[in-house]
């Protein structure tokens, strides 16, 4: 599960908030946390980490984008002294965890064929026709005699799912591995960057002297 404490206590002290009374003290840090909120939403959107560098692409080389519906999960809980970003169903935030901090998975073949199958007569991903290429995949040439090895639009165009994965077990019949690690790697988007932590700080100050 993804949650993420915002640092209120320091700041309540530092800020003087704790001579204000409970509801005042709720209610700044609700917006503190609303705007945690809206920052991360907007790096999901900009698929963008805490470093507002762009997030790594997808491996298939797609470029749909990702995680678009974490956003709508994201939620924040308050009490008089401090504010927590978390997601309201627990699934979805150890999804979001995966994801915020990448992980490393054991795949097994069957694990691979077995999913990829179940819709047999779609032609194969992107992904799929690399794997058949760098296998050593070869069609007959159209003219002449001899065989050539395809481009990968003509085999996205062409070549089922269930084709391609039966042609890639023969011709990984003799090297194909029964388990390899799989790389998520880590997309963050929950969190405060130096700069979002000064304007929430400012933010907290700012209401403080409104509300008195």
């Known amino acids: 599960m993804l949650n993420l404490g915002i640092a209120t206590d320091n700041a309540l002290k530092q800020l003087d908030l704790l001579t204000l009374d409970a509801n005042k003290r709720r209610r700044i840090l609700r917006g503190a946390g609303r705007k945690v909120r809206r920052d991360t939403k907007a790096r999901l959107k900009g698929q963008k980490g805490l470093s507002g560098i762009n997030w790594q692409g997808r491996s298939d080389g797609r470029k749909k984008r990702m995680l678009k519906k974490l956003g709508?999960?994201?939620?924040?809980?308050?009490?008089?002294?401090?504010a927590k970003v978390t997601f309201g169903n627990q699934r979805v935030g150890q999804i979001a965890r995966v994801h915020q901090e990448g992980i490393t998975l054991e795949k097994q073949a069957s694990e691979s064929t077995s999913s990829n199958q179940q819709n047999a007569e779609d032609l194969v991903s992107r992904s799929l026709a690399k794997d058949l290429r760098d296998s050593g995949y070869k069609i007959r040439k159209k003219r002449g005699k001899g065989w050539k090895s395809p481009s990968l639009k003509w085999i996205t165009e062409n070549v089922t799912k269930g084709q391609g994965w039966l042609v890639l077990r023969i011709?990984?019949?003799?090297?194909?591995?029964?388990?390899?690690?799989?790389?998520?790697?880590?997309?963050?988007?929950?969190?405060?960057?130096?700069?979002?932590?000064?304007q929430l700080k400012n933010y907290m100050l700012d209401e403080a002297f409104r509300l008195r």
């Open 72 to 82: 709508k999960g994201v939620q924040v809980h308050t009490t008089p002294n401090n």
């Open 171 to 198: 011709l990984q019949s003799r090297t194909r591995k029964k388990r390899w690690n799989m790389a998520l790697p880590a997309r963050s988007f929950m969190g405060q960057n130096s700069n979002e932590q000064t």
